[in-house]
């Protein structure tokens, strides 16, 4: 039944140390969206794909990449954490990139940084 | 600039008590959808409703409904005959049909209903 996969759901890592969070889906949507959510904060948006087309929001920090290597898949790197960096990361993916569609979350990976 | 503000931080009601959570909004867009989320403690996000700027009908859905009103630039939500599984933080949220991709959210209200 799930439709949004995040994994994993928690990950430590330390300061400086690259990490990978990944996510899944399986509703074959054009659109795969990667939001940061600070502790009581709202969610900001990174980036998304459109299909293979990267959109990067004009404050993220090049600290953060993503990659979409098929349909299903995207992946948040996080070349080199800060403290500032631990959140929680949530995935959403939308059918298409119109305004109009509501868009679909995964469970979020809660990222500590020591 | 697209914009989205919940006033209520937080709200606390005794179980059964109805309740209603405020949400302005701001565009310049005359083409735009609004939407309602829930997060729970499990942190997922859950889509409520989507009401296009076009679409000033209220909508009920059980014991949920949704005043939209354009003249004021709000879309409120309220829940009648709250339950303790209502608990949970309820973001409203902004897509502008011109503008860029994604959903302006608002900083949310953290819904606690007491048994």
């Known amino acids: 039944d799930a439709m949004v996969i995040q994994n994993p759901r928690y990950q430590v890592t330390q300061f400086g140390k690259p990490v990978t969070l990944s996510c899944s889906q399986t509703?074959?949507?054009?659109?795969m969206y990667w939001y940061q959510q600070k502790s009581s904060q709202a969610p900001k948006l990174l980036f998304h794909?459109?299909?293979?087309?990267?959109?990067n929001e004009a404050d993220t920090p090049d600290n953060f990449q993503s990659r979409r290597p098929n349909t299903s898949f995207c992946f948040l790197d996080i070349r080199s954490p800060g403290l500032g960096d631990a959140a929680m990361y949530l995935c959403?993916?939308?059918?298409?990139?119109?305004?109009?569609?509501?868009?679909?979350f995964g469970p979020g990976t809660r990222l500590t940084v020591t | 600039a697209q914009k989205v503000t919940q006033a209520q931080t937080e709200i606390s009601v005794v179980e059964k008590e109805d309740v209603t959570l405020d949400c302005v909004y701001e565009?310049?867009?005359?083409?735009?959808?609004l939407f309602w989320y829930k997060q729970p403690p499990s942190g997922e996000l859950v889509f409520l409703i989507r009401?296009?700027?076009?679409?000033?009908q209220n909508e009920i859905s059980g014991r949920y409904s949704w005043n939209f009103q354009k003249s004021t630039s709000s879309f409120n939500f309220t829940i009648t005959a709250s339950q303790v599984v209502d608990s949970a933080v309820y973001f409203c949220?902004?897509?502008?049909?011109?503008?860029?991709?994604?959903?302006?959210f608002g900083k949310g209200t953290h819904l606690i209903i007491q048994p």
């Open positions: 959403a993916t939308s059918r298409d990139r119109s305004a109009s569609y509501e868009q679909y």
């Open positions: 509703l074959n949507h054009n659109v």
């Open positions: 794909y459109y299909d293979k087309d990267f959109n």
């Open positions: 565009t310049r867009d005359t083409t735009y959808y």
């Open positions: 009401r296009n700027s076009f679409d000033e």
């Open positions: 949220a902004l897509s502008e049909a011109g503008g860029a991709d994604g959903l302006t």
